[in-house]
């Protein structure tokens, strides 16, 4: 059973930067997809990004309101994602969950939530001036 331990977050002023970082232990991802949902209140959980793996093979996606913004990378030694956030903006506020499961998800299924094992107890992102 793997857990996922979040660190980052914060507050921070329109056009600031911030990053995310998620560490998998318990459990050695030889392969999978891990990455970043988020909630803001009264809107439903939200994809962001996420990278799936299997051998020397690496893919990352973004949702269109981050891409270009966010930027996700992996530390394959660590297990660990990182998630940079560039030129926040106030709708960026929410809580962002960090999600992994132990397969490379076929790419229709990354963008749903239920299709995901494992998740951390998120962390709050707020952007404000």
């Known amino acids: 059973q793997a857990q996922l331990v979040e660190s980052g977050g914060g507050s921070v002023q329109p056009g600031g930067s911030l990053s995310l970082s998620c560490v998998a232990t318990?459990?050695?991802?030889?392969?999978?997809?891990m990455g970043w949902f988020r909630k803001a209140p009264g809107k439903e959980r939200e994809f962001v990004a996420v990278i799936r793996w299997s051998g020397g093979n690496k893919n990352t996606h973004y949702s269109d309101s981050v891409k270009g913004r966010f930027t996700i990378s992996r530390d394959n030694a660590k297990t660990t994602v990182n998630l940079q956030m560039n030129s926040l903006k106030p709708e960026d506020t929410a809580i962002y969950y960090c999600?992994?499961?132990?397969?490379?998800?076929?790419?229709?299924?990354?963008?749903?939530?239920?299709?995901?094992?494992?998740w951390g107890q998120g962390t709050q992102v707020t952007v404000s001036s």
């Open positions: 999600a992994a499961v132990e397969t490379r998800l076929i790419l229709s299924r990354i963008w749903d939530g239920s299709n995901y094992d494992y």
């Open positions: 318990g459990r050695t991802f030889n392969s999978g997809t």
